[in-house]
Nanobody, 115 residues
Framework: QVQPVESGGGLVQAGGSLRLSCAAS????????MSWYRQAPGRQRELVAA???????NYADSVKGRFTISRDNAKNTMYLQMNSLKPDDTAVYYC?????????WGQGTQVTVSS
């Protein structure tokens, strides 16, 4: 079992910044990939960014150059630094943790960007 818990969402004006955190507990030594997804009302959940245990990262085209994913293995925590936020970034952001036997999801944190 792995328990991811997100924090750091909130309301921000367009052009502003937020940093999300995802702290994982449980069978953390088995964690492979940690990812951020988001889901806006009426839309499918989409991958925002991901980081592997080897340190590689990938981003959705819509956030490249604005968002940065990072991981502190000592703290078992993943971060998403979000800069130059746009109203289209408004969504519930979810942390996903992948281990050999499956995926675990956090409860989500709301990010709202006002124009």
């Amino acid at each position: 079992q792995v328990q991811p818990v997100e924090s750091g969402g909130g309301l921000v004006q367009a052009g502003g910044s937020l940093r999300l955190s995802c702290a994982a507990s449980g069978s953390i030594s088995s964690i492979n990939t940690m990812s951020w997804y988001r889901q806006a009302p009426g839309r499918q959940r989409e991958l925002v960014a991901a980081t592997t245990s080897a340190g590689s990262t990938n981003y959705a085209d819509s956030v490249k150059g604005r968002f940065t994913i990072s991981r502190d293995n000592a703290k078992n925590t993943m971060y998403l630094q979000m800069n130059s936020l746009k109203p289209d970034d408004t969504a519930v952001y979810y942390c996903n943790v992948r281990v050999p036997w499956g995926d675990y999801w956090g409860q989500g944190t709301q990010v709202t960007v006002s124009s």
